[in-house]
């Protein structure tokens, strides 16, 4: 089992910045893919960035490119999502997610195999 905690949800406002952090625990971390997903209200879960597992790999939906960026440090079984310039379409609730020693591009919820309780962005104008 792969335990995922989300942390770093809020409200801000437009134009602002937020760090995500999803920490893991419970199974090795290094090996897998990390991908956030998001999920605004009365919506389907959407890709939002990857990275695999060296850290070496990102992929981004084209909506966040230049004001989202994904990083991870293996020695605290930690992903980040640094999300900056922040817009209203942005407000979701936030998930992180793990692909289990994998090593690619994989942005349907489908593909991953553990997932994080979420956490709420709110955007205001």
């Known amino acids: 089992q792969l335990q995922l905690v989300e942390s770093g949800g809020g409200l801000v406002q437009v134009g602002g910045s937020l760090r995500l952090s999803c920490a893991a625990s419970?199974?090795?971390?290094?090996?897998?893919?990390i991908g956030w997903f998001r999920q605004a209200s009365g919506k389907e879960r959407e890709f939002v960035a990857n990275?695999?597992?060296?850290?070496?790999?990102?992929y981004y939906t084209n909506s966040v490119k230049g004001r989202f960026t994904i990083s991870r440090d293996n020695a605290k079984n930690t992903v980040y999502l640094q999300m900056n310039s922040l817009k209203p379409e942005d407000t979701a609730v936030y998930y992180c997610?793990?692909?289990?020693?994998?090593?690619?591009?994989?942005?349907?919820?489908?593909?991953?195999?553990?997932w994080g309780q979420g956490t709420q962005v709110t955007v205001s104008s």
């Open positions: 997610a793990a692909r289990l020693y994998s090593d690619s591009y994989y942005s349907t919820a489908e593909e991953y195999d553990y």
């Open positions: 419970g199974r090795i971390f290094s090996s897998n893919t």
């Open positions: 990275i695999n597992w060296s850290g070496a790999r990102l």
